[in-house]
C-alpha cells in the first residue's frame, strides 16, 4: 500500500493502517524529519526496516533541501516516477 504522510513521527492511528513493505511518501514538515542533520536517526533507522520512505524531488526543492542533505536509503521520486507508483498500488492513504 501506498500512503502520503506531511509529518513525523507517525501515530499509533497511522501505524495501525500500515504493514511491513508498504511505501511512504514524506511530504511538507516530515522532509525536514528526513535530513542526515536530524538528531533522531533512530526513528528513521526503524522506519527504513519496515516501509519503503521516499520523497518527491519537487517538495525537497521546493524546501530548498538538496538530495545530498537526506539520508541515504530514502528513494528521492520524480513526478513522473510517482504516478507510476501510484499506478502500482492499488490503494494509497493520505495522512495530513
Known sequence: MLHTFDHLPLG???????????????????????????????????????FNLCVLYRDIEAKGVEISEIFSGVTVLDDYEFSICQEDNNCIRSWN
Open 12 to 50: 499509533r492511528t497511522e501505524l495501525a493502517h500500515t504493514q511491513n513493505g508498504d511505501t511512504i511518501v514524506l511530504t511538507a514538515s516530515a522532509i525536514d524529519a528526513i535530513k542526515a542533520t536530524n538528531p533522531d536517526h533512530n526513528l528513521i533507522t526503524n522506519l527504513f526496516q519496515r
